[in-house]
């Protein structure tokens, strides 16, 4: 069964240094999306991305925050200068179509933590 | 902005007792879907409601969509220990490319 996978699993960082996380969605995925989620806490919308390019993004996802499509597969979030306030686990997800139209495949997350 | 909660947040049950997660929008939401996450784990897409007053099923579960399309429940009759996990609604405006997820409710349940 297809499934979207992250990398990496787990990350510790030191603040103030980027990561990036990595993502690929299942293969005839059109739409892609970031979510974090605080441990314990609910699922919180970053981004969602559609024909290279940002569709809708929160209020949490500021400048910060990039994504991209570098290669055709991979789909990366960046954090640029990362918080204590950024340790969570983010999940990548992926759909056929757009939002409301099709369910989300999440991936497994990628754990952040932030020191 | 667009707020979707859920209650209770937390639930305790004894295995073979009944459950029930409500989920609320504070806007109409053209459908609603409903996600289960085990402990540790990712979400994992239950089911999608698209009409006003629509009711699915899915073998203990039952699932609603108000009439008004601002509200939905998910109800799990006779509940096992494999239903143990956080139950997520995810709702979804007419007109923005994104989910709005609830809160979650905690289920947790005892053999």
């Known amino acids: 069964e297809p499934e979207v996978t992250q990398t990496p699993s787990h990350q510790v960082t030191q603040m103030g240094q980027e990561v990036i996380l990595r993502c690929v969605p299942i293969?005839?995925?059109?739409?892609f999306y970031w979510y974090r989620q605080i441990l314990g806490q609910k699922v919180e919308f970053l981004v969602s991305?559609?024909?290279?390019?940002?569709?809708?993004k929160s209020e949490i996802f500021d400048d910060q925050f990039s994504v991209e499509r570098p290669d055709g597969s991979n789909f990366t979030l960046k954090i640029r200068s990362t918080k204590l306030e950024d340790s969570a686990m983010y999940f990548c997800?992926?759909?056929?179509?757009?939002?409301?139209?099709?369910?989300?495949?999440f991936g497994e997350g990628s754990r952040l933590t932030v020191l | 902005g667009q707020q979707v909660m859920q209650i209770p947040q937390y639930q305790h049950v004894q295995e073979g007792e009944d459950f029930t997660t409500y989920c609320n929008s504070s806007?109409?939401?053209?459908?609603i879907q409903w996600y289960k996450q085990r402990p540790g784990g990712h979400p994992v897409f239950l089911i999608q409601?698209?009409?006003?007053?629509e009711v699915k099923k899915q073998k203990r579960l039952t699932f609603q969509f108000g009439e008004a399309k601002k509200n939905s429940s998910l109800h799990i009759t006779a509940t096992q220990t494999t239903d143990v996990g956080t139950y997520f609604c995810?709702?979804?405006?007419?007109?923005?490319?994104?989910?709005?997820f609830g809160s979650g409710t905690k289920l947790n349940v005892k053999p």
């Open positions: 997800a992926s759909s056929v179509q757009g939002a409301g139209t099709g369910e989300l495949f």
């Open positions: 293969s005839n995925h059109l739409y």
């Open positions: 991305f559609y024909n290279n390019e940002i569709s809708e």
């Open positions: 806007t109409t939401l053209s459908n």
């Open positions: 409601l698209v009409k006003s007053g």
């Open positions: 995810a709702g979804i405006t007419y007109n923005f490319n994104k989910f709005y």
